[in-house]
């Protein structure tokens, strides 16, 4: 039985062929035999070059399956599953909260059909980023920052809905195809012109690199506070679910973290077998891999226990009839067996400006919020931050998801998920071929309405405290920031104090006061105020002002650790190592050779892309000329 061995906590057996064995036949490893200067021990290049990388690189030892790992096939099955249920409460949240928006909170079949809509278009999105985008191991999703400006819109009058929206007699066939019809389609109509507009600029940033021009800009002083702002605001998100039942939301949160971290150090002993050693014992972190999935089915059993014994309510007014395991079962009825979303489905898009620009504020949000976990996925997958031709790719593929999202009547664009990347950290499982089994799966619910809707029915509180831990660690990743930059400096220090009390003072501020601005243009109103109610945008933004203003130099500023990150050093090894780390951004079906030609160094999305030099004169003055870029 062949081991490789990091740390003692660490061990994998790779003799458990059947199921932690990567996908490729074991007779394609065999062919692939050399001899190695390892005691005459003849070792397969493909297991010789892992034990390698965990010289090389000791940081890889903290995960059990990197970005280009591929785990069997039953267990890419678990490991996605797992990340799916993360994510249902998002995509249930954002599609019910468009659907009310709409006016159709009372329409239980339009609800089905958006929830469906929005599941599909996360497979798809999640399928594109992870083949032809930057291809990490992210999950693409309904962006929350896009709700901030669908609740702008809601308190304009023309997005207002009277009570006679929500009475709606739903046993009345007539009564919903005529608040359909009349109501619901011309505004998702409205949402999904503007969502398309809004998207297709946002593929242009991408696709013209100046999202590698804005990176020269944009360093960790700028993502640690717009990033963390995120996390800290997640908290209502958690704590919406988890009010149903605070037990039970602890007590999942508290049985992931158990599985997680109190016992990482131990393994599973499982019953094994392979072809060279017959039936065995061997040993699998495997409490820990599917920590979630375990936290999860412990929740529900916890939920129906209680809904059995009749100890949550029953009463639909009282905040635990959402703790109930028999809650949403309308959910299931009202889902068809088969539906597949399409363009257009509800109506040709129309236009309206304010929508436009609410949604364009949401998505340079959107865009400064997926850069901050493009590298915080890369910091907790152990790769080096993602080169310029990735990130323009990245945020081109988001931005083109956006556009077909809006043009299915999602209501919503999408955008990388936070959550996910701290499960990462939790499981230890960073396969890129996990995320695309998320995108399948995902893709499989949206068109198996029924399918799909036997998860969205997870007691809330169980979702709760999922959120907790996998918010928390997000959080903490983002913070690991932090680490390039000299802590010791008061220039930083106050720049990400400020950053973070203005981002936290200005949306308190304009929740409280009932008209903020009042400028006599109601659309610009609505801009402004989805604007600086965005916590992360006005954090964001003001920390990027300061640390491009500010005096300080490149390494004070971070940029010096955080761009050598993960690249290869003097020795061949080391360089070797930091080929291959980097190798994961490239396009599969990108030779070499073209990466090489005259002409991909000018295409901003290919690998192979030089980017151009900048400079800003503006800062070139005595004591701050290293604040320049190039």
Known sequence: MFEAKGKDSDKIAFSWDHLLSTTKPMADDLSKEKSTPN?????????????DDSTDTPAKNNLHYG??????????????????LISLSGSLTVSLFVAKLVCAQADEDFKAKLLCTTMFMSGVCSILQTVVGIRLPLYQGPSIEYMIPLMAMSTLTEWQCTESHAMVNTTNHSDLERNLNEHVLPKVQLLEGSLMLAGLLHCLIGATGIVGVFMSYIGPVTIVPAI?????????????????????????????????????KL?????????????????????????????IIFGWILSA????????SDNPQNV??????????????????????????????????????????????SIIDSIGDYYACARVCNLPPPPDHAMNRGIMVEGFSSLLAGSMGAGHATS????????????????????????????????????????????????????????????????????????????????????????????????????????????????????????????????????????????????IAWQNFGKPSISENNSKTGTEMYSSYDLPFISS??????????????????????????????????????
């Open 39 to 51: 005691g005459g021990v003849v070792i397969s290049s493909a297991v010789n070059l892992h034990v």
């Open 67 to 84: 970005v280009e790992d591929n785990p069997s096939i039953h267990m890419t099955f678990f490991f996605g599953l797992q990340q799916v």
């Open 228 to 264: 963390t702002l995120v996390g800290l605001f997640l908290f209502r998100v958690s704590v919406d679910f988890s009010e149903s039942h605070w037990g039970i939301a602890i007590g999942t949160a508290s049985f992931a973290g158990i599985l997680s971290l109190y016992c990482d």
């Open 267 to 295: 393994t599973c002993i499982l019953p094994s077998w392979s072809r060279q050693k017959g039936c065995h014992i061997t040993r699998y972190p495997l409490h820990k891999v599917l920590a979630i999935l375990f936290a």
């Open 305 to 312: 226990i209680l809904t059995y014994c009749d100890v949550l």
């Open 320 to 365: 635990q009839y959402y703790a109930r395991t028999d809650t949403r079962s309308y959910v299931i009825h009202s889902s068809s067996w088969i539906f597949f979303p399409y363009p257009g489905q509800f109506g040709p898009p129309s236009f309206a400006l304010s929508a436009f620009i609410s949604f364009m504020v949401a998505t340079l949000t």
């Open 416 to 559: 990388t998920y936070g959550g996910n990347i701290g499960a990462i950290g939790i499981t230890k499982v960073g396969s890129r071929r996990v995320f695309q089994m998320v995108g399948l799966i995902f893709v499989i619910f949206g068109v198996l309405g029924k399918l799909g809707a036997i998860f969205v029915i997870i007691p809330h509180p169980v979702l709760g405290g999922v959120q907790i831990i996998s918010f928390g660690i997000f959080i903490g990743v983002v913070l690991s920031n932090m680490m390039y930059i000299d802590m010791n400096s008061t220039r930083n220090l106050a720049i990400i104090g400020i950053s973070l009390m203005f981002g936290l003072m200005m949306p308190h501020y304009i929740k409280k006061t009932k008209q903020p601005f009042n400028t006599g243009y109601v659309e610009l109103d609505s801009a402004l105020h989805a604007l600086l109610a965005n916590a992360n945008f006005v954090g964001g933004a003001l920390a990027c002002f300061l640390d491009n203003t500010v005096p300080g130099t490149l390494k004070e500023r971070g940029f």
């Open 593 to 630: 050779e073209v990466k090489e030609s005259k002409v991909v160094k000018y295409i901003p999305f290919l690998p192979g892309y030089t980017k151009p030099s900048y400079k800003c004169r503006c800062f070139q003055k005595k004591g701050n000329s290293d604040i320049t870029q190039s």
